[in-house]
């Protein structure tokens, strides 16, 4: 059966004699769109000569002009559209620090990430997977970039240094909300209470194990960034009033579908990535209690008090003895 | 299994298909739960939910125990030349199952090329190589799901010297081919007719009536030079008139409104979808002369920039 036109065939059809198969058509669509200069700089660039196998192919030999726009502009409106809906994406997943850096900025970084972290998903949710790893790699750039200073203090350079560890902090904590919100939880799921380990027997307590939830995270920060990521969220943020500048341990995880940040001091939070790495619970007190300036009648009730405040976060799932 | 007890057993709105319905977003979600309105159905969009743990995917199920619910892809990407993701096939199939979706629909598009994903609907040339490429891959997709695919006509922007027949062809030839059946977006084909200067009845009238199951209804921004399927308001009178027409064409299907940018409150958008009843009542006196007006070109865009569907993201609620 032919399915072909034969008028709109002919009307449509090339003089010059190039090959181009629904692939390479493909290949040198996606290369005018997501070029990062443009549609022109599109054709001219190798990736669209390779993909038609020929030295020099015009828009105008690949699109057709409507009565009212040139192939050009037809071709603009889905490279438009590309970049805008992806910038568009990733301000909804940064919002803070959309807001700390002003949408210009942020998009400025946005499409610079867009260059070598095209998304290979199906999900958009993947999309900004990378942003906080993108952003530590160009993290000599960021503090060369007085864009992203408003403070503008530039011989300074521990202001400069803090500023891009704020917003590296904050990309990381919005990540992690993004990726605690959406992925699995325990709202269907019996946790850990704290009698389930006063069950175990006495001799047996130092070889157990604990099953953490999955959906906690644990964030080693450099500033009290959640506490502007967390603000913007709510509309009380203000960039006039930016997190300080301190080691900050974060527990974030998912109650209710809601997630939820707990601030942990700096041994809590030791003990808990020994224990989420499947440490014993022995070894891990243990190596904590070593490191401990404190007395031990003194360092066991502070750990008693964790493990009750652990129970209540529902951070761990159960305790397996192997 | 026990059937889910629909929520409204009175009759649909509308005696075509399930009814009138909604497209299901995150903004509606407290409202639903809360007043269980009496619409029809819900379609989703079938990637958000896809690896969702979380409160999107707890709403759903409640939703789905309530409701019919048809899935509607935008990652599918039937016509790409790279090879059809088995993982994500999958995964619809797995959340087709979950939710008894009625139907699965995706767009005659492809998406990207070499891994990448652009998350556009990306036209394809429409020849005898494309048909043949889409023929095959259907056929793949219709296997695994184990049900028709639905597919839609999307908006576009562009055209390729390499086509060779019409889009309206292509798609007639897509489903006597492979027996997939159709979601006709009414909007989509008026963007469409706008942006390639072609008759939107001529469209219709080559689409096969038997196959069409769904309809879709949005808003557009007209540019002035071309519109832009935006989803970002109410349907314009000349995409309601084609709608009219595609039914006096004998087409009966299950009718969607999508709203996905500016969205209003759930009753304005579920009204707007009602509205449907009104335009079908005041039939069309057949011996009248058919017209559909044209775009005003002196319209406003209502958004400068609009960015054209799907753009879809859900924000992580923090305390
Ligand atoms: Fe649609």
Same mark, same amino acid.
């Given at each position: 059966?032919a ?6 065939a ?9 090959h181009?198969?629904?692939h ?7 290369a005018m ?6 549609v ?6 190798d990736e ?5 196998q ?8 690949m699109?057709?002009?409507s009565?009212?726009?040139?192939s050009q ?11 805008a809906?992806l ?6 997943e940064?919002p803070?620090?959309?807001s700390?850096l002003?949408?210009?900025t ?6 610079e990430?867009?260059q070598?972290?095209?998304?290979r ?10 942003f906080p790893a ?6 000599a ?5 007085d864009?992203a200073?408003p403070?503008?203090v530039?011989?300074?350079t521990?202001?400069?240094?803090s500023?891009?560890d ?17 992925g699995p ?9 704290a009698?389930?380990i006063a069950?175990v027997?006495?001799?047996e ?6 099953q953490?939830?999955p959906?906690?995270?644990?964030l080693?920060l450099?500033s009290?960034?959640?506490e ?5 969220r ?19 995880t ?5 997630v939820r ?8 939070f030791?003990?808990?990535?020994l224990?989420?790495?499947g ?5 891990s007190i243990?190596q ?7 007395e ?13 405040k652990?129970?209540?976060?529902r951070l761990f799932?159960?305790c397996?003895?192997? | 299994?026990?059937e889910p007890?629909?929520f409204s057993?009175?009759a649909?709105?509308?005696p075509?298909?399930i009814g ?8 509606h979600?407290?409202?639903i ?10 379609e989703?969009i ?5 690896n ?5 995917r707890?709403?759903?199920d ?6 019919p619910?048809?899935m509607?892809?935008?990652s599918?990407s ?5 090879p059809?993701?088995l993982?994500?096939?999958q995964k619809?199939k797995q959340l ?6 009625r139907?699965?629909s995706?767009?005659?598009c ?15 040339p429409?020849?005898?190589e ?5 023929? $095959?891959? *259907?056929?793949?997709?219709q296997?695994i799901?184990?049900?028709? @695919?639905? /597919?839609?006509?999307p908006?576009? #922007? !562009?055209t390729?010297r390499d086509s060779?027949?019409?889009e309206? $062809?292509? *798609?007639?030839y897509?489903t006597?081919e492979?027996?997939?059946? @159709?979601? /006709?977006?009414?909007?989509?084909? #008026? !963007?469409s007719?706008v942006?390639h ?5 001529r469209?219709?009238?080559s689409?096969?009536v038997?196959?069409?199951v769904?309809?879709? /209804? ?8 071309h519109c832009?399927?935006t ?8 995409v309601?008139?084609?709608f009219r ?12 409104l999508?709203?996905?940018a500016?969205i209003?409150e759930?009753?304005?958008v ?15 006196a057949l011996?009248?002369?058919y017209?559909i ?8 865009p209502s ?14 609620e923090?305390?």
């Amino acid at each position: 059966m032919a399915f072909s036109d034969p008028s709109l065939a002919e009307e449509n059809a090339l003089t010059g004699n190039s090959h181009r198969n629904l692939h390479g058509i493909q290949r040198w669509m996606q290369a005018m769109i997501v070029n990062p200069d443009g549609v022109r700089s599109g054709a001219a660039s190798d990736e669209a000569r390779i993909a038609i196998q020929s030295k020099s192919v015009s828009i105008e030999d690949m699109i057709l002009p409507s009565r009212a726009l040139s192939s050009q502009r037809r071709l603009e409106v889905y490279a438009n559209a590309y970049y805008a809906r992806l910038l568009e994406c990733l301000r909804d997943e940064y919002p803070a620090l959309t807001s700390l850096l002003g949408e210009e900025t942020f998009n400025a970084f946005a499409f610079e990430y867009l260059q070598t972290h095209p998304s290979r998903s199906y999900t958009l949710a993947d999309l900004g997977q990378a942003f906080p790893a993108f952003l530590e790699s160009n993290r000599a750039v960021a503090c060369a970039d007085d864009n992203a200073n408003p403070i503008g203090v530039e011989e300074d350079t521990s202001t400069d240094q803090s500023w891009v560890d704020l917003m590296i902090d904050l990309a990381r904590v919005e990540r992690t909300y993004c990726e605690v919100f959406s992925g699995p939880g325990i709202e269907q799921t019996a946790t850990l209470q704290a009698d389930d380990i006063a069950a175990v027997p006495a001799e047996e307590v130092g070889d157990i194990r604990l099953q953490v939830a999955p959906c906690v995270r644990l964030l080693k920060l450099n500033s009290r960034a959640h506490e502007f990521a967390i603000a913007t969220r709510k509309g009380t943020a203000s960039t006039d009033q930016l997190p300080e500048s301190v080691p900050t341990y974060l527990v974030i995880t998912r109650l209710n579908y809601v997630v939820r940040t707990i601030v942990v001091e700096q041994e809590e939070f030791q003990l808990l990535q020994l224990l989420i790495n499947g440490d014993t619970l022995g070894d891990s007190i243990a190596q904590v209690a070593d490191e401990s300036p404190l007395e031990e009648p003194e360092w066991l009730a502070r750990m008693a008090g964790w493990f009750e405040k652990w129970a209540a976060g529902r951070l761990f799932v159960q305790c397996v003895s192997w | 299994m026990q059937e889910p007890v629909p929520f409204s057993t009175s009759a649909p709105s509308s005696p075509d298909g399930i009814g009138l319905g909604v497209g299901l977003r995150t903004v509606h979600f407290a409202h639903i739960l809360k007043n269980w309105p009496a619409v029809d159905w819900f379609e989703i969009i079938s990637e958000n939910f896809m690896n969702c743990g979380g409160r999107p995917r707890n709403v759903l199920d409640q939703i789905a125990e309530r409701y019919p619910i048809v899935m509607h892809g935008v990652s599918m990407s039937i016509g790409s030349t790279d090879p059809l993701n088995l993982d994500y096939l999958q995964k619809l199939k797995q959340l087709a199952t979950e939710t008894k979706a009625r139907w699965v629909s995706d767009h005659v598009c492809w998406t990207g090329v070499a891994s990448k994903n652009t998350h556009d609907l990306l036209p394809v040339p429409y020849n005898e190589e494309t048909l043949r490429h889409l023929v $095959d891959r *259907i056929g793949i997709v219709q296997d695994i799901l184990e049900r028709p @695919l639905v /597919l839609e006509n999307p908006s576009t #922007y !562009v055209t390729f010297r390499d086509s060779t027949m019409t889009e309206w $062809d292509f *798609i007639r030839y897509l489903t006597m081919e492979t027996g997939c059946q @159709l979601l /006709l977006d009414v909007n989509n084909v #008026y !963007v469409s007719s706008v942006n390639h200067d072609f008759d939107a009845r001529r469209y219709l009238d080559s689409i096969p009536v038997d196959r069409v199951v769904q309809f879709h /209804l949005a808003g557009h921004t007209n540019m002035g030079t071309h519109c832009i399927d935006t989803h970002d308001g109410h349907v314009v009178d000349p995409v309601w008139e084609l709608f009219r027409y595609a039914h006096e064409r004998g087409i009966r299907a299950s009718t969607l409104l999508e709203w996905d940018a500016s969205i209003p409150e759930f009753d304005v958008v579920h009204a707007e979808v009602l509205k449907a009843k009104s335009w079908l009542q005041t039939a069309h006196a057949l011996d009248e002369p058919y017209v559909i007006n044209p775009p005003s070109m002196e319209t406003a865009p209502s958004r400068l920039a609009g960015i054209p569907q799907p753009a879809l993201y859900a924000t992580a609620e923090v305390e």
